[in-house]
């Protein structure tokens, strides 16, 4: 069970540590990450959709590298990188260099959602206390 939950240890980190810097970088052009990957959706809202992506892709990696409600940030992660591989097939088509690393974030958090964060997460660290 050790060995596994350093691997879900590994993960978390590696997913939290790698994507939180896309999150810092759409609020620094807010506007800009709006024109160039929402309006083209069609979506609505489009500031408000850009900050929901922004603080989605901060507060999830945060939450998956401390390993507290790491199921929830491994679920907005997810939710976040659906959109963004929906919008790279849409705008490029099957772009395997676009959609590689959205896939690797995709199928993080994916295996975060459904396995939980492991031994070495503040949520089993919490749950065991509240046990004892």
Known sequence: ????????????????????????EKLNNIENFADAFVRPLHLPFPILLSYAAAFSEIVGSWLL???????????AIMGTVSVAIYHAIMTTGFNIYLLELLGLYWGGAV???????????????????IQT
């Open 111 to 129: 295996c975060i959602l459904l396995n939980g964060g492991g031994l070495f997460a503040l949520d089993h660290l919490i749950l065991k206390r």
């Open 65 to 75: 590298i401390t390993g507290l409600a790491t199921r929830v940030g491994a679920l």
């Open 1 to 24: 069970m050790y060995i596994q939950s350093i691997g879900f240890l590994a993960l978390r980190l590696c997913v939290g540590v790698l994507l939180i810097h896309h999150g810092y």
